[in-house]
T-cell receptor
Framework: GEDVEQSLFLSVREGDSSVINCTYT??????LYWYKQEPGAGLQLLTY?????DMKQDQRLTVLLNKKDKHLSLRIADTQTGDSAIYFC?????????????FGKGTKLSVKP | GAGVSQSPSNKVTEKGKDVELRCDPI?????LYWYRQSLGQGLEFLIY????????KSGLPSDRFSAERTGGSVSTLTIQRTQQEDSAVYLC????????????FGPGTRLTVT
């Protein structure tokens, strides 16, 4: 399909790991991103991965990229209540340098104490 | 300011009226993007500016939508003859140069058309 797809909801308990999955569409996408949107706030870039990488780790965040399957995941270790937000997967499609992003619909993460 | 700012933060308008939404990007950022976030639809790319010119207007949903950017800085998104389906949060983002990794987003303008 032409859409970036991700599941709409994920619920975890505080202290557990969260894994948010995404499938993207363009095998020539150069960068893939995870953005976080807290209630009433704008989008905040969490992390990104270049398409020639398989994995990127940044503190509690781990991004895994499977180019063959066009699958991206974000793992949040030791999830806290402050991680409750909507997480958007986005791709920057190949061709051109303008850099506009194609977003998924977002996954709402709820963290229960 | 330190970040991207947008005004107004909320706008309620009657169907058929025109509205203008404003974006102040981060100083020195040459690229500016407008997106729309509709309920259940995720974020949709509308238009992109490099300096004052808009090489890509392909995302604008209809000819009622237009945008301009002046002085390589402030941008205005105008919606003429608003319709209820225009109700959404309109987000602006800027980046240092086009294609630069990080786009910094503003808090958005929530538009409600009654």
């Amino acid at each position: 399909g032409e859409d970036v797809e991700q599941s709409l909801f994920l619920s975890v308990r505080e202290g557990d790991s969260s894994v948010i999955n995404c499938t993207y569409t363009d095998s020539s996408s150069t960068y893939l991103y995870w953005y976080k949107q807290e209630p009433g706030a704008g989008l905040q870039l969490l992390t990104y991965i270049f398409s020639n990488m398989d994995m990127k780790q940044d503190q509690r965040l781990t991004v895994l990229l499977n180019k063959k399957d066009k699958h991206l995941s974000l793992r949040i270790a030791d999830t806290q209540t402050g991680d409750s937000a909507i997480y958007f997967c986005a791709e920057r499609r190949g061709g051109g340098s303008q850099g506009n992003l194609i977003f998924g619909k977002g996954t709402k993460l709820s963290v229960k104490p | 300011g330190a970040g991207v700012s947008q005004s107004p933060s909320n706008k309620v308008t009657e169907k058929g009226k025109d509205v203008e939404l404003r974006c102040d990007p981060i100083s020195g950022h040459t690229a500016l993007y407008w997106y729309r976030q509709s309920l259940g639809q995720g974020l949709e790319f509308l238009i992109y500016f490099q300096g004052n010119s808009a090489p890509d207007k392909s995302g604008l949903p209809s000819d009622r939508f237009s945008a301009e950017r002046t002085g390589g800085s402030v941008s205005t998104l105008t919606i003429q003859r608003t319709q209820q389906e225009d109700s959404a949060v309109y987000l602006c983002a800027s980046s240092l140069v086009p294609g630069f990794n990080e786009q910094y987003f503003g808090p958005g303008t929530r538009l409600t058309v009654t």
